[in-house]
Each structure stands twice: as C-alpha cells, then as structure tokens.
C-alpha cells in the first residue's frame, strides 16, 4: 500500500488502539511525557481534507475513524473540529460517514468550498460498494448553523464516476473549486490516465454535474501517481492572500501535488490559463518531472493543503505530519498523526518561491521571554546555552549575522542534488569556514540526546550557498526510529551584502519547525527523544566554524498549552 493509502491505514491503528490502550497505560495518553504535543493540532489526523474558514470560524476536517478495527480503513469518516483563532480547537461529531453505496469503503480525502452564496460545499472522495474511486458532494444541512455540524450527501452521488481511462484505485482527492469567468465551476481531481500521473480539471454550472476537461492541469509520465492537488493563487510583491477565485494581472498561480513515489510534497509557481485550464511552470529548466520541483517542506510531512481565510486576508497552509518510529510505539502512546502549525504562505518577491511562516496567533500563547545579549559573539566552539525557558515548548527567533564570508568553503556542484545527504557529511561536528552554526535543542542532561538546527555558506562561483539542516541523527537514544538528516539549500542571493541569516524555530515535545530565512526553507521533523519524559531539556545556540558569528538577536518564549479538541463545541 503507497502513499496516502498507507497514511489512512496507519492512522486506523492508531485510532482502534487510542480506544484500547488508554486506560491501561501507565501514562496518560495526554500527558506531554510521553511525547504528546501541547499546541499541535491532534487528534490523530492525517492526510488533510478540507480546511475552510467560514462566517468567522476555522474549520478542519480530517480522516477520522471512529470504530474501525487494525488496517481496515473501509470505516473512514470526515471528522470535524472548529476554532476562532487557529490555536485553541473544539471537537465536534463526524460529517460525513461511510454508509452510502458511493462511499460505503471509505470516505477519503477532499475539499471544502465557499460557494458565492455564502454556502459550503464539499467534494470528496468515496470509495464505492464495489471498490472503485468516486468523487460526492455534500452541502452543509442548515447553512445558518455557524458551526456547521451536519452535512447531507445530494443523490446525485457519485457526481465524478470512474473515467474509463483511469485505474479505480487511483482517481481521487477533488481539490477546492474555483470559478471561470465564464461561470463555470473547476476543480482538480488526482487520476492517473493511461499510466500517466495527470490532474485532471471537472467543470460545473451548478456543483453538482461535472463534465471533464478533455486536456488535463497538468501531468507527468516521469512521477508516476499523484495525489493531493492544490491550486491557489498568490500575488505578486505583497503578502496578502488571495480567493481562489482570483486571476488576473498581478496574480501568479502555485500547483502543489503529493508525490506518492517519494511521499514528499512539491510546488511550482506558474500561471494559469483560464481559456484552456492549462497550468505553466514559471521555471522550465526544472522539467518535467515534480520531483524537480520545489519543496514545500523537508521532513516527515506529506499531503498539505491551504485554504484562504477572508478574515484576515491570508492564504493558509495545513500540513501533516506522519510518524517514524515503530507501529507498536503508536500503540503504546495511543496515538499518532499531527498538523504542523498552521503556516501563513505567500510568493517571495523573487516570483519563484513561497514563504512559510507560522500564523500570528501564536503570539498568543506566548509567555515568559528569555533572551541573549544582542550582539553575543559565537567564536569557533562556541556553545552558549539559552536559560530559562521551558525548552520543550518554546518559539525561538534569533538572528545571525556573519562579519565575513571570505573563509566559506568551496561548494562542490555534485552536492546540489542531495542536500540532505550533505547535511549528513557536513553534521554538526564538521567544522567549517563559515558555519555550521545555529542552535540545538532537545539537549539532555549530558548531550546524549540533542538535535542540532543549523546554517552552512559554501562560496560557488562568485556567489555563496546557504545550507540549512535539522540533524535528527543524535535526536533520540530510542531504537527503531527513522531520525536522518533532514535539510534544503536556503535560496537568498542576498547574503552578501546584508550578511545575515535568521532562524525560527517552534518546538513541541515531539515536534520541531524550523523556519530559515525568513520561511524561504522549512524543516519539520518529528522525533522522540526519551529525556522528555523527563522535562528537562535544553536549548544552546553554538558555532563551529572557524569564522565567528553574532547573534545581533535571540529572543526565546515559554508557549502555553492550547486547549487542542478538549471539551465539547460549546467553547466555541
Ligand atoms: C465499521 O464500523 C462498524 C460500527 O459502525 C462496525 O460494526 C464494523 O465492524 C466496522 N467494520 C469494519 C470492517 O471494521
Ligand atoms: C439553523 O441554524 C440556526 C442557527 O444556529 C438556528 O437558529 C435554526 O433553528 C436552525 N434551523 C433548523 C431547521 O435547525
Ligand atoms: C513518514 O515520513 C517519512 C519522511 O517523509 C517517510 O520516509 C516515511 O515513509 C513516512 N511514513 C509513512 C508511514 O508514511
Ligand atoms: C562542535 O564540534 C565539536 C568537535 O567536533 C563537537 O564535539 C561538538 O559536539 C560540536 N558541537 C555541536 C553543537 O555539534
């Protein structure tokens, strides 16, 4: 089983053995000293479906087994939590469950759409009687409810039956539509037509009869399957973000697929051709095959989504966050899957990439403030530890500045394609001209579990190469868990004139979310380190390159623990 396939049947486990284990287990399933997050948005969750923000309220929906027993993922429902601030989540009961004959395997991943009349409407994909993938709709029973909690499928269903060209194991997870100016209704669905991975673009007058475009979004026969499509706008030189629906000068589009023969995430900003609904990567040169497309994320993160939130005028970006330790540890703990904190995304000003960073709301749950003196120097072994913050649960920012680049390595063009196995030759420990050097957390008592996060500048050519790395390798004494290296190239040509390079990174007891460059290269791991259980975590910030380094700026919060699907809707 591949990709998001695998995810749900991971996910089933998890869910079953939450139900089984908890009141046996000697720690409660919700205590942090088992590694349970405090602000990361959980229950066990994986791939998502549809985000969608909605008269002031946040909601998300999510593949949610309520009875299913080990490996049976027939039983998947949409589960369903809302929120006012993006931090503090309420659960409420599933929305769509798996008891039509258009559904009744499994109801899979999907998306949520606001219809100009101020009503929702979902697409998703079910998993019929006889096996087969189809898309469905469902419209929200009463509109007027804010919070949205029971839907009702049409009897048009399946409203996207298997085209003939199409396997029926690989036809699914309907993108959020977006209108033509035509008035025409598009949506992109995940097919792989003829063996080519293709997204595929249905039209509609009304939502609910679809016609298929003859010529797909966009397709690849060099990537095999993929899943997960997200097509969204964003606009040129401002953060702002944009509907949907949006096109026009100013207005570049980004496709992102999920790739299931590397389980990684890829994007490309082009443009969208509202004639032909045709989708052109900006960047050529990186061809056709995603797998040279750019990386949302490095780490264990698959199938993200954004959606827009009117509110606040910003696009927003979802992402999960699997497991990488062992089956029977998900058992033991009671749980597994996570959200990544929710990001705010936009269009760098280069055109090319997108910027990620966390959404604002965070600052709410910051508390206590530590910091180090603005311009501490950090010469070559230097390690200086940042004092008195809850280490476990904390947002850092800091920013380096490097006095010189003349004694930066020279980058050897064989490392381009490979980052993370370079993050794996030049660890922490190597030293370097300029770099490695950034901060390490998780540390226990005597280092024995520690996770360094951490900039390298290669000269190349007559520019520099910044690398960024989180090096899980030492993260955790634990067998049986996945922990590489994990690292991208931070793409900044301006290094040489403004010669400084800012981190941010949030941690949360098993998670880790670091944010190069002002969100230009994201790392997002999670790890297991057993010193938890114990609270007593550390955080430094160290230098081992020969050339020193200033902190011009670190500044380290205490977050609070969000109230994360405690209680009922009625918080709300
Ligand atoms: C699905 O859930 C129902 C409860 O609604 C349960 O009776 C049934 O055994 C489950 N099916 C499978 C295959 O797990
Ligand atoms: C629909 O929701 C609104 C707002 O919660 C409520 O006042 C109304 O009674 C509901 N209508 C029905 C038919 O349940
Ligand atoms: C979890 O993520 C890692 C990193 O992307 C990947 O190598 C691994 O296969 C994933 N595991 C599952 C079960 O999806
Ligand atoms: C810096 O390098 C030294 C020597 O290789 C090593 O002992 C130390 O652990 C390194 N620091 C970090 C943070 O990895």
């Not at 869910?15 to 066990?44: E, I, K, M």
């Not at 499509?229 to 980004?254: I, M, N, S, W, Y």
């Not at 950090?378 to 904390?394: D, H, M, N, P, Y």
Request: aromatic share 10%; net charge neutral.
């Amino acid at each position: 089983m591949a990709g998001c396939k695998r995810a749900f049947a991971i996910f089933a486990v998890a869910v079953h053995l939450c139900l089984a284990v908890s009141s046996s287990s000697s720690l409660d399933n919700t205590d942090p000293r088992n590694g349970r997050t405090a602000y990361h948005f959980q229950p066990a969750t994986n791939r998502m479906n549809g985000p969608l923000y909605h008269k002031g309220v946040y909601h998300l929906f999510y593949q949610y087994n309520p009875h299913g027993p080990l490996w049976d993922i027939g039983n998947l429902s949409w589960g369903h939590s809302v929120s006012r601030d993006l931090v503090n989540w309420a659960a409420l009961p599933t929305v769509i469950d798996p008891t039509s004959p258009f559904d009744n395997n499994g109801c899979w991943s999907g998306s949520a759409t606001v219809l100009p009349c101020g009503i929702p409407a979902i697409l998703y994909t079910g998993i019929s009687a006889s096996k087969v993938q189809v898309q469905n709709v469902a419209f929200p029973k009463n509109a007027s409810d804010p919070l949205l909690r029971e839907w009702d499928k049409t009897g048009l269903n399946p409203v996207m039956p298997l085209p003939a060209e199409v396997p029926a194991n690989k036809f699914r997870d309907p993108s959020t539509a977006w209108i033509g100016k035509d008035g025409l209704w598009r949506v992109a669905v995940s097919g792989e037509v003829n063996g080519v991975g293709s997204t595929l673009v249905y039209k509609s007058k009304n939502f609910l009869h679809w016609d298929r475009n003859p010529a797909p979004l966009h397709a690849s026969r060099a990537a095999g399957m993929v899943e997960c499509p997200d097509l969204f706008p964003v606009a040129e030189h401002r953060d702002a973000g944009l509907d949907t629906l949006v096109t026009g000068p100013g207005v570049k589009h980004v496709l992102k697929l999920s790739v299931m023969d590397t389980l990684e995430d890829y994007y490309m900003v082009g443009t969208y051709d509202e004639t032909t609904d045709a989708f052109v990567p900006t960047e050529p040169g990186r061809g056709d095959d995603y797998r040279n497309w750019r990386r949302f994320n490095y780490g264990h993160v698959y199938a993200s989504k954004s959606f827009f939130d009117a509110g606040k005028s910003r696009r927003v970006l979802w992402t999960w966050i699997n497991e990488s330790d062992s089956r029977d540890d998900d058992v033991a703990r009671g749980w597994s899957g996570i959200q990544a904190f929710p990001r705010k995304v936009w269009l760098d000003k280069d055109g090319k990439q997108l910027l990620q960073w966390p959404v604002e709301e965070i600052e709410t749950l910051r508390r206590k403030r530590v910091g180090l003196r603005d311009g501490t120097w950090l010469r070559t072994g230097a390690l200086k530890e940042i004092a008195g913050v809850t280490a476990l649960q904390a947002d850092v920012e800091a920013v380096f500045e490097i006095p010189s680049l003349e004694g930066a390595e020279t980058f050897d063009p064989s490392w381009e394609t490979d980052a993370q196995k370079l993050c794996g030759v030049k660890g922490a420990t190597v030293h370097g001209g300029v770099g490695p050097f950034g901060l390490i957390v998780m540390v226990s008592g005597y280092m024995k579990e520690h996770t360094a996060i951490f900039f390298r500048v290669f000269k190349h050519h007559d520019n520099y190469k910044v690398l960024m790395c989180t090096d899980l390798t030492s993260s955790s004494t634990k067998s049986g868990v996945y922990k590489p290296p994990y690292g991208g190239f931070v793409e900044m040509d301006d290094i040489q004139k403004h010669k400084t390079i800012n981190l941010r990174t949030l941690l949360d007891h098993s998670v880790i979310e670091s944010f190069g460059d002002g969100g230009r290269t994201c790392i997002t791991t999670r790890l297991y380190p057993e010193h938890v259980s114990k609270r007593d975590s550390h955080i430094f910030v160290f230098n081992n390159g020969t050339g020193a380094v200033k902190v011009s700026k670190l500044e380290a919060w205490n977050l609070a623990t969000a109230a994360v699907n405690v209680g009922d809707g009625n918080m709300m």
